[in-house]
C-alpha cells in the first residue's frame, strides 16, 4: 500500500512539473514552483512512511491531489 501511495505521489508530481515547465511563467518562478512541488512530495513520502494505517495512507494520498 505505501509503495503505489508513494508512487502516486511521484506521478503527480511529475505531472504537476510538466505543467509548470509547459506554463510561460518565467525561469525562476518555474524553479520555485518546482521546488514547491518537490518539497511537497517529500513531506507526502515521509507522511505516509509515517502512516500507521491504510486509512492514513489513503488520506495522505487524497491531500497530495488536493496541492
Do not use: G, H, W
Request: hydrophobic share 35%; net charge negative.
Amino acid at each position: 500500500m505505501k509503495s503505489n501511495a508513494k508512487q502516486d505521489i511521484d506521478t503527480a508530481a511529475e505531472k504537476a512539473k510538466e505543467a509548470i515547465d509547459n506554463s510561460d511563467l518565467p525561469e525562476d518562478v518555474k524553479t520555485k514552483a518546482k521546488d514547491a512541488v518537490e518539497k511537497a512530495k517529500e513531506a507526502a513520502k515521509q507522511a505516509i512512511d509515517n502512516a500507521t494505517t491504510d486509512a492514513d495512507v489513503n488520506t495522505e494520498k487524497k491531500l497530495v491531489n488536493k496541492r
